[in-house]
Every structure is written in structure tokens, then in C-alpha cells.
């Protein structure tokens, strides 16, 4: 397989701030001089909210091919820059479009992508949000994390399909999908061409190899994460000192006077909304239980985000080190308690803290949400992870070891008590918190799953190509009654 190519910041769009909340962003008014084109443009000082109409007038009278409200702002060579639209956010019918350009209303290039491999879309298209199941004519030649550019959009490949029956999921692996260098979401029909790219340099001469050179302008339809629905967001590198020009339409070429909409031009933000997904957990004797964390990323805080927790009850232990990766928007972690249970407090709350770093500044999350925590002395499955040649009754292992490429293998056994059919431990996610690029193999269509009359089966971790050397704590979770968890296996990627 391909290694992949590199994300870069160009790639991934600056992530941005709810500007909405920003409230020392200086607000001004469209200008009332009448309809607007390039050469009257409304110079704005930045950072600025501007609050506008785009009306009939402003994309009419005999000059549609540069209708709409035009906008300029002085800039300098590499100043980063988020420029961004509120106006279906606010009930507004615009469903905005957004271009920059230069003084001759030509489109300002971004960065250019050389196709490296071809293919085209199998089985069936694909509506402009789905992230799963993107089957692609030779995906065995691809890798996780390429890029992948089809009709004007780019997305990046997060995971591989598991099995002949589905496709590739794409970033960021649940949700809406994202896409790259500030490309719009749009839907792709069956057999639609699709090439792997890689971007080159907009100077730099483009291999020789028969595929086709892609130009990506910086213009947006949605905003490439999804924060703002259908709202138009570009990030800005200036390329050259000087004043460029913001155009503002509708895509579907219409106006009036409830278009309304809000323009917001500000500096980067680095900063990330924490979150906690599992709101409650409960302690059972000899097991753990998970909880989920994720976090969205604002302006190019893009690297891990380390979790840390205030001062825990005696007896009770949270597998660490926990952090989401560089890229990624979840981590899965587990708590659990040493015997005895009855000396835990039945109830308790962990808070949880979240940092990030930038360059060499710490960023840490505002909000810090509190974890609750209730004791059930209630026994449930009990389950480890064992050797792969070892005896049930081993002892649970506390590390493996795995190259990129590689495949591995331990046994997963269970002590079923009175439980009596088949237990299910999940499907493509079942290897909970295992690195980007690191999965539960071979478990079919039925997922992750030990048969009624069996307490063991071998478990199969793979890690692809591009995974990195790192250390990381892992576990499985068994679906039934309290969802039981194994203890922590440091996964150890060398």
C-alpha cells in the first residue's frame, strides 16, 4: 500500500471560534450606497462583524457574472485569517457562497493537488454528509489518512472497509463528515471518478505521471467541519501583501431582502470545546467502565489533548494517561476500583480537565464537566485479555507489542455466570481507545462476538502502515448488563 501523504495546516481548515459569542469583535453596517460590484467594494478593518443584506439589486442589473456584496480588506503575506458567515445559523433563506479574490476578481489560488492514483465510486454514491461506507475501485491500493478528491471536494480516509460488503470510513469517523483545503461537502454519484492526491507546491512543476493536477481556490459552499452548517467559512493565508476581495452570493443565485447575514472576519483563536459524552458511569466489583471525552478544535489546535482529573476516592483508579490524538475528536476512558468495593463512596464526581498545546502555549479547556460515579456491588461478566497460547486461568496481560503493519493476537475470556447466549463486544469499534490506525481484525459482519456455549475466542489487533511509535491504554467492553470492561492492556506501538 501507498503511504499516505502528510496532513498539513494547509490541508486541514483553521479551526474556528463560535464567533457569535465573540463580543469585542467591532460590529458595522453594510454600506447603503446602493448595488456593489468589485470596484466598489466595502473596504473593512479587521476584526469586524459586518451585518448585511444581500438584496436583488446586488445581483442584477446586467452584471451577474460578478453579481453579489463585495468586500475588501487589507492584508498581510501569511497572517492568518477566518472569514466566516452567519446567516442560516440565524434563520437566515441564504445559503451562502463565499470566494476571495484579487483586484481582477479572479479567484485567489489556495494550493494545487496531484492526483497520484485513480479510481471511482462502486456500489452506489454518496449524499454530501455520510462519512461510512465509501467504496472505491481499487481501495487495497490506499492507505489511511490519503486524501481523497472527487468533483471538487476533498476528504481524508479514516478508516479501512471491514469486510466485501463495505466501504472506507472518512474523517472524522462518526458524524457529519469534514473535508480538506477548504473544499465544500457536496454528494457523488455512482461510478463518479476519484483520484488519491497529494499536494504539491503552486510553483512546484507537477509530476509526470498522467494524472491530473487539481487547482483549489479558496472558496466555500459549508463550512469544511460542519460546526456551521451551511454557512460558508474560509480560513485565509494571505499569499502576498496587499488587498484582497471577499464576494458573498447565494449558490443557488438568489436574494432578497430577508437574506440577511452577518460577516465575521477575525485572527485565530486557538482554543477547543470539551466535552464529556457519558454523563454517569457505575462501579461493579472486579471490572471497569468506560466513559467517552471529545473535544472540537478551534484554530489550528490540532495536536494531543491531554485529560486530567481532580483528586480520586481511595480505591478508585482512572486508566492513564488519557488524551485524544493529534487529529482526532474522541478518547474512550476507563475507571474502576481496587477491592473492597464497600469502602468506595456509593456516589461521588470526578472533574475533568482538558490541555492542549500550540507552539509552546498551553491551552486549556474553559469548561471542566464533572464525571458522576455510582457504586453497584451487583456482580457482572467478568472478562481479560490473556496471552493468545495461555490458559484461561492466566493471569490478564498488561502490554502488547505491535509494529505498523504488523497483526497480532491475545485471547479475550470471559466468566460468563448465569449469562447463556451469545455476548457481543461491539463491531469496527470494539477495540476501545486503540490508536488512530490501530483495529479489532477479522470480526465479520457480526462484529466482535464469543458464541453461547464458549467463554474465549483469539482476538486479532492490526495496526496499519501509518501508525506511529507510541504507547496507549486500551480495552474491550462486553454488551451486557452493565456494560463490563477489561482491565487496561498498554498497547505499545514500536
Request: with cysteine.
Amino acid at each position: 500500500k501507498n503511504q499516505s501523504a502528510p496532513t498539513t495546516q494547509s490541508a486541514r481548515s483553521t479551526w474556528s471560534a463560535p464567533t457569535d459569542t465573540l463580543t469585542d469583535i467591532p460590529v458595522v453596517a453594510e454600506s447603503d450606497s446602493g448595488p456593489r460590484w468589485i470596484d466598489q467594494a466595502q473596504v473593512l478593518s479587521i476584526p469586524v462583524k459586518l451585518q448585511g443584506v444581500l438584496k436583488n439589486e446586488d445581483v442584477s442589473l446586467g452584471r451577474d457574472a460578478l453579481g453579489g456584496d463585495w468586500y475588501a480588506i487589507d492584508c498581510k503575506k501569511g497572517q492568518a485569517l477566518s472569514i466566516e458567515i452567519f446567516a442560516s445559523r440565524d434563520k437566515s433563506p441564504l445559503d451562502s457562497l463565499l470566494e476571495i479574490t484579487d483586484d481582477k476578481a479572479k479567484p485567489v489560488l489556495r494550493t494545487r493537488l496531484q492526483a497520484v492514483r485513480e479510481s471511482y465510486f462502486t456500489f452506489r454514491g454518496k449524499d454530501s454528509s455520510t462519512i461510512d461506507d465509501f467504496r472505491l475501485h481499487r481501495w487495497e491500493d490506499m492507505e489511511l489518512n490519503q486524501w481523497l478528491y472527487a468533483g471538487g471536494e476533498v476528504v481524508q480516509l479514516w478508516l479501512y472497509p471491514r469486510g466485501p460488503d463495505s466501504g472506507f470510513k472518512v474523517y472524522p469517523g462518526f458524524g457529519n463528515r469534514f473535508t480538506y483545503f477548504g473544499t465544500s461537502p457536496i454528494a457523488h454519484a455512482l461510478n463518479e471518478p476519484a483520484w488519491i492526491v497529494g499536494e504539491i507546491d503552486p510553483q512546484s512543476p507537477p509530476v509526470s505521471n498522467g494524472l491530473p493536477v487539481f487547482p483549489i481556490y479558496y472558496s466555500n459552499d459549508d463550512d469544511p467541519q460542519r460546526f456551521g452548517g451551511k454557512d460558508s467559512k474560509i480560513d485565509f493565508l494571505p499569499p502576498d501583501n496587499g488587498r484582497y476581495y471577499i464576494r458573498l452570493r447565494d449558490t443557488r443565485g438568489l436574494s432578497g431582502d430577508d437574506f440577511k447575514y452577518s460577516l465575521i472576519i477575525q485572527y485565530p483563536m486557538p482554543r477547543m470545546n470539551f466535552k464529556l459524552e457519558t454523563n454517569e458511569v457505575t462501579l461493579r466489583p472486579d471490572v471497569g467502565a468506560e466513559f467517552v471525552v471529545s473535544a472540537e478544535r478551534f484554530d489550528g489546535l490540532d495536536g494531543d489533548i491531554q485529560v486530567e482529573f481532580d483528586q480520586l476516592p481511595a480505591g478508585v483508579q482512572i486508566a492513564s494517561p488519557l488524551f485524544i490524538e493529534k487529529g482526532q475528536l474522541k478518547a474512550i476512558g476507563q475507571i474502576r476500583s481496587t477491592p473492597p468495593l464497600a469502602e468506595i463512596p456509593k456516589e461521588f464526581e470526578i472533574t475533568l480537565i482538558a490541555k492542549g498545546r500550540i507552539a509552546d502555549q498551553e491551552v486549556v479547556a474553559a469548561n471542566r464537566p464533572k464525571l458522576k460515579v455510582k457504586v453497584n456491588d451487583k456482580p457482572t461478566m467478568l472478562l481479560k485479555l490473556v496471552g493468545k497460547n495461555d490458559p484461561d486461568d492466566a493471569p490478564a496481560i498488561e502490554t502488547l507489542k505491535i509494529k505498523p503493519g504488523q497483526t497480532i493476537s491475545a485471547k479475550l475470556v470471559i466468566q460468563r455466570g448465569e449469562l447463556a447466549g451469545d455476548i457481543a463486544f461491539g463491531g469496527d469499534d470494539c477495540g476501545r481507545n486503540l490508536p488512530h490506525g490501530c483495529f479489532v481484525d477479522n470480526i465479520g459482519l457480526n462484529g466482535l462476538l464469543i458464541p453461547a456455549g464458549q467463554s474465549s475466542r483469539e482476538v486479532f489487533i492490526t495496526a496499519a502502515p501509518i501508525v506511529q511509535p507510541q504507547r496507549r491504554l486500551f480495552h474491550l467492553r462486553g454488551n451486557v448488563d452493565g456494560n463490563p470492561t477489561s482491565l487496561p492492556v498498554e498497547l505499545i506501538v514500536q
